[in-house]
Each structure stands twice: as structure tokens, then as C-alpha cells.
């Protein structure tokens, strides 16, 4: 077999595989390593057959793709098959077939695609089989909603809504600001931006909360001796994602006189280093986060006028999960699918109809994040069985106080646990003592009913006689 792997329109590895399968993966164990952060341990495998190649996806994280489809295995009738598994494309060939090739042209030369009048800019002395940039764009132009979009899952309308608004804008230079609450996915958006986009260069997230005072070395670089530590020169971000997309997040942190220099950087697109008295360019793509009210920020004066106004070209909310249940089921499966394969489960984990109902039902205060490390925890925490029941969540404990708007308090409790308790008892004695029906009916766990009880040491026979 013939093997053409690439990235950015551009050849970075080919090889003739004497073998009829090979694997491909992050993992040091396969016949093609991809040393990607989006990649997969063991990601899929492709076999020569008489009739052409069978491509399967050996249940990877983001998934293997033809022609835009994500497949788990798929039969390719053909001399040569092209494989996406982002953000490379490996293309493969029978080796007795004399593929025919293109000629890339010198570095930011432009082609005219077929059948277009758009064109796209390619790399440098590579070759590439004629097809290929009509696959990139096709990416970017595709108006299917599929269940997985991007790094994304969701068929909601909310979901929707906002793979329109980041087709629209993939394309395009405008600076995106980003809004949501925490473990809403707002990275991933960004990187939905930079995937779909005609961008060669790299992905960069800097987190604008983490880093205090070193926040504008890491952004603009510095040289050497620019300050106590500086042993050496530094590239910041900026330099960088030079090509790219720069995320910004939680940019409602950044102090003000970072602020004001990263405002010339979007209006003339320069920069200088710390300590250098040279000045630099970047075409750098900036995309802004925050979890917090991006407008109180600016009344609050923590975000200045001028940069917010920059900043917010073009927004996009994401939903929180608790406004998009109907998701919920999607990411489960997809996250019960990949944890299953990390932790090493021979095969995938199932869910019972009741521990799903608890967790479509969940208020998901850190949103996707939240259900995921809850998954994992579960899985950890599973012994012995190949399907998660209701009573084997790991779901943190729950207050009751508000779970139940239904129940009148006749005398008010002098404080939160007199209230919970009350609570409790009053559900316990309308179900009969049914505690699965009372977790069902409070919206929590059976195991956060069972914590209760034993927290306030309630009889149950007791309650059922008073």
C-alpha cells in the first residue's frame, strides 16, 4: 500500500507498507504513529482487500471519517481510499495503481479549486492527489447537522444554532468572543472555529486566569534579561499562533495594560517582545472566553470599553446542558464509549433506563465537564458488572431544600438541615416508603436518599406509622 498522511494541504509522511492492515494511533505501537493531541492511543486500522480497503475506527475519541462521514467501519470498492482522522488526512493507495498527482505551487501561490471560483492557498514542493482540496473545503462548507459537529456533540435546536454561527464565522478573520458557563465547551468551540477555518497555522489557548503577573510574557514573549528569571528568549502566543487561531479564556481576568497592548495588536496587528526593542507581526486570530457577564465586567470597569467592543465582533452563547437534556443521552453513550476504552474495559459500558432518567434529570451545575468526571468516577468505582445502574452513580450529594417545590413546610425550620429532614419524611410517607420513587420524585440520586437518611437517622418505619 501506498501512504500519504497530511496536514495543513501538506505531505508530512509517506511510506509503501508491504502489509495488508495497519494501524494508526498515538500509541508508539502502531505502523503510523500521529503524535496528536486529538488522536486516539489505537485510533483505526485499514485493511487491503481484493476489491479495495476496509477502514474501522477502533473506537476512538474524535472519531474516523469518509468524505465527512464518521464511520465505525466502512468497505471501500476502490483503488485508493482517503481517510480523515483530524486534522490529518491519509490517503491510500494500492501500490501497483499509478495514482496521478498535482503539483503544489510555491508558498501562498493560489489554485483555482475545480469547479469554483474560489481558490486556496497550499504549501510548499509536496505532492497531492487532485481530489484533496476539494475534501478541506468541503469541511467547511457542509450545511448537514450531524450528531457530532466538530469537537461538539448535540442535535438540539440549541446546539444547531450554534454550529450555524460558527460555520458562519469560520471562514472569516472577525475576532469571536465566547460565552458560557463553566464546563459549557467553550474551548471546544474555539477549536471548531480553527478546524473549519482556511487557517494553516497552529491552535494556541492561553488561560488568561492562571498565569498573574507572567500573563504578558506568555502573550507577547520577552528576551532574554527582561526581567529577574528571563534566562532566555521566549516566543509568546501571539508569535506563536502566527497563521492561527489564539484563544484567550477567561479574558475578563486580564489586567488592564494587557488589555490596551493586545487592542494595537488587533487594530495593526504588531507587537514588541519584553525587552526588545524590535517590533513583530502577527495575523494571529484572536478568540476571546469568559464564564462571567461579559456586561458587568465592562460596567464593573474590569473590562475596558474599547477592547470589549474589539473583542465582540461576533458572539457566540453556548447553552448550558440543563437547557439541552435532550444531549444528555448522546454525550453519555459517547462518553461511556471512550472512558470504557481509556480505563480498559473489554467492551463498553452499558447504562439502565433509570440511571440515564437520573441523569438527564440532573441540574448539571459544571455542565459537560461535570457529567463526564461523574461518568469516569462511575466507571472507576464499578465492580464486577457491564451496565450502570441507578445506584452506582457517583453523583456528588444534592440539597434537597429546592428539589421539591410541591411540599409546604407548616412550621419553618430554624435551619437547613431541619428543612431537608422535613422534607425527606414528607416524600417518604407519600410514596409508602418507596425510596426509589422518592429519589425520583426529590430529582436525585437513590444513593443521595440514601445518604439522607442516614445523615438525619431516619426510621422509615417510624415515619410510615406517624
Known sequence: MKIFVYQNNNV????IFSGKSILIGRSTQNDIVLKHEYISKIHARITETEEGFIIEDMGS???????DRKISSSEINSSKCEVSIKPF???V???????DTLEIP???EEVALENSEKSISLGVGKRLF???QKIVRKAASTTDFNLHFGFMIGETDQMKRVYELIKRVATQDSPVLILGETGTGKELVARSIHMLSKRPGLFVALNCATLGELLESELFGHMKGAFTGAYKDKKGKLAIAKGGTLLLDEVGEMPHDVQAKLLRVMQDRSFTPLGSEKEERTDARIIAATNQDITRLVNEGSIRLDFYHRIKVFDIAIPPLRERKKDIPLLVDYYLKTLSQKIGFEETIQISKDAMSVLINHSWQGNVRQLENTL???LLLLENKKSIGEEDLAMEDEALINTQPGITIKNTPTNLQDAEKEILIKVIKSTGGDLKETAKQLNVTLRTVYNYIKKYDIDIREVLRS
Open 12 to 15: 508530512i509522511y509517506e511510506t
Open 61 to 67: 475519541t474524535n472519531g474516523t471519517y469518509i468524505k
Open 89 to 91: 488526512l491519509i490517503v
Open 93 to 99: 493507495s494500492k501500490e501497483e495503481e499509478e495514482t
Open 106 to 108: 510555491a508558498l501562498g
Open 130 to 132: 487532485p481530489n484533496v
Open 376 to 378: 469516569e468516577k462511575t
